[in-house]
């Protein structure tokens, strides 16, 4: 029960990493509001974690609009009393040619994956403060550390997720409130599946890695559990890869 007794939200948890998260967390204690547009899905996960004993509520939310975001923090303030830990977990892709790239499909990547961030600390830091403190773990990339070909809005966003996470862990560690970025590598979630179906890719990217396997999204969540909870006490201001050790080489 690593969590036992903190209230946290997790946006992106109708499937992939954020599913997993929420299962994980809420079996070490905590009490989730977990997010996502996909709210069929979502609910799915709501009543497995209430089905194994767990606390959970679950809201329809994009993550790139302020209402919604106050929407989700004051319903998870009236119904568990605080906030904790907020993992932001939801996120886009976008591989689409620089020279094709549109304003619109740019500040799209821009809104959801960086934007959301801002919205979803600005509006839970009060709270993390009245609190007494927090852990905000901001899901970013191996994409965030190094450069990838062919998806400069998606590496500029997450760049800009670990560098936001950096300058959220310096102001607000006066109030006891840490923030890390994780920078998942190849996992195997519902917006990969497509690509790794195909042998000859899932054979490439598992080639890239030191450990030759793609991830799981348990292996991300375990990630995540550490630095939310109490163990991680002293960590803040750091990116957490995990990869198979693609971005030791």
């Not at 939200?9 to 905590?30: R, S």
């Not at 996502?36 to 809201?59: M, P, T, Y």
């Not at 839970?124 to 994409?143: E, Q």
């Not at 959220?168 to 109030?175: P, S, W």
Request: one cysteine or more; proline letters at 4%.
């Amino acid at each position: 029960m690593r969590l036992s007794d903190k209230v946290a939200i997790i946006t992106g948890a109708a499937g992939g990493m954020g599913k997993a998260d929420a299962l994980l967390f809420a079996k070490e204690g905590a009490k989730v509001a977990i997010t996502d547009l996909q709210d069929d899905k979502l609910q799915e996960v709501v009543r497995e974690i209430s089905e194994n004993g767990g606390e959970a509520i679950g809201f329809k939310h994009n993550v790139a609009s302020e209402e919604d975001w106050i929407h989700v923090v004051n319903e998870t303030v009236a119904k568990f009393g605080r906030i904790d830990i907020l993992v932001n977990n939801a996120g886009v892709s976008n591989a689409t040619p620089f020279l094709d790239l549109t304003v619109e499909g740019w500040e799209k990547t821009m809104s959801i994956n960086v934007t959301s961030i801002f919205l979803g600390q600005k509006h839970v830091i009060p709270h993390m403060i009245k609190a007494g403190g927090g852990s905000i773990i901001n899901i970013s990339s191996i994409a965030g550390l190094t450069g990838g070909s062919g998806s400069g809005p998606y590496t500029a966003s997450k760049g800009a997720v670990r560098m936001l996470t950096k300058a959220t862990a310096v102001d607000f560690a006066q109030y006891n409130i840490r923030a890390n970025s994780v920078h998942p590598g190849f996992i195997e979630t519902p917006m990969t599946i497509d690509m790794f179906n195909d042998e000859n890719m899932r054979q490439w990217f598992q080639s890239q890695c030191p450990l030759p396997r793609l991830g799981k999204p348990e292996d991300i969540a375990n990630g995540v559990l550490f630095l939310a909870s109490d163990e991680s006490s002293y960590i803040t201001g750091i990116e957490l890869p995990i990869d198979g050790g693609y971005y030791a080489k």
